[in-house]
């Protein structure tokens, strides 16, 4: 089996990238918060709500890792779009974090908004 298509991973980038500022615009400066914190955020967006589903199901459609697509978009997609961001930094892994932000996905990282 093979991993993710690229041009299905790109494709899922594509799909949430504009709606990753917008929600980021909605985050005071200076604020710490959750990947998980952040994707309930951008999921409120009833836009942002159908990319996100438009990206899991192209990442989804790729052989054998239908089981993985929340991993990735999640894990890998969504941080990614985050250290690409001018104004927010990795504020390191949220070890500390309450239970209800592990969602089952990723290691739940803290980011900060400069």
């Not at 949430?16 to 990947?35: C, M």
């Amino acid at each position: 089996m093979s991993g993710i298509r690229q041009d299905s991973y790109e494709a899922a980038l594509e799909a949430v990238s504009p709606y990753i500022l917008r929600t980021l615009e909605r985050a005071p400066s200076g604020g710490r918060f959750t990947t998980h914190q952040f994707i309930r955020a951008f999921r409120q967006d009833p836009e942002a709500e159908a990319a996100y589903q438009q990206a899991l199901q192209i990442l989804a459609d790729n052989p054998g890792w239908a089981h993985a697509a929340t991993k990735v978009l999640h894990g890998q997609v969504i941080p990614q779009l985050l250290r690409a961001c001018p104004n927010v930094r990795f504020a390191g892994f949220a070890y500390d974090a309450p239970p209800a932000e592990d969602d089952g996905t990723a290691v739940p990282s803290y980011w900060r908004k400069g």
